[in-house]
């Protein structure tokens, strides 16, 4: 039997101050970014709030992201409209979408990120001329 790929683990996670211009900590770790992976992907991460941490809102321009809820209960703000998400809940912050995460639960937030370029951050990354 073949053993696991293991590309990493969250032991050597970051812990970050600031996330997105609030206060507080928050861990994260990058799995890997797009020059280490074949197709449109932007980067595969893992991240972490502790109770009543904040991932404050932002927008990105250029990648979308889905966020796989692994454990914990959270409020994620989409457009400003809040939803509660707790494990096993995929949220797609699609292209635009203003989006900022808080942790309202008593235990760890944890959860992982994959993120995609936009079809024309995409295009541009891959050489293509207009």
């Given at each position: 039997?073949?053993?696991?790929?293991?590309?990493?683990?969250?032991?050597?996670?970051s812990v970050v101050h600031g996330v997105h211009g609030t206060t507080g900590v928050s861990g994260w770790k990058c799995f890997t970014r797009r020059t280490g992976l074949?197709?449109?992907?932007?980067?595969?991460?893992?991240?972490?709030?502790?109770?009543?941490?904040?991932?404050?809102?932002?927008?990105?321009?250029?990648?979308?992201?889905?966020?796989?809820i692994i454990s914990g209960h959270g409020r994620m703000l989409l457009d400003g409209r809040p939803h509660d998400v707790r494990a096993g809940d995929v949220i797609l912050t699609g292209l635009g979408t203003r989006h900022g995460l808080r942790?309202?639960?008593?235990?760890?937030?944890?959860?992982?990120?994959?993120e995609?370029?936009?079809?024309?951050?995409?295009?541009?990354?891959?050489?293509?001329?207009?």
């Amino acid at each position: 039997m073949r053993s696991p790929l293991i590309v990493g683990d969250i032991g050597s996670a970051s812990v970050v101050h600031g996330v997105h211009g609030t206060t507080g900590v928050s861990g994260w770790k990058c799995f890997t970014r797009r020059t280490g992976l074949s197709g449109d992907w932007e980067a595969v991460e893992w991240a972490s709030l502790p109770p009543g941490g904040l991932s404050g809102e932002h927008v990105h321009t250029r990648t979308e992201e889905l966020y796989f809820i692994i454990s914990g209960h959270g409020r994620m703000l989409l457009d400003g409209r809040p939803h509660d998400v707790r494990a096993g809940d995929v949220i797609l912050t699609g292209l635009g979408t203003r989006h900022g995460l808080r942790n309202v639960g008593s235990e760890e937030l944890r959860w992982l990120v994959i993120e995609i370029s936009a079809p024309a951050t995409a295009a541009v990354l891959r050489g293509a001329t207009t």
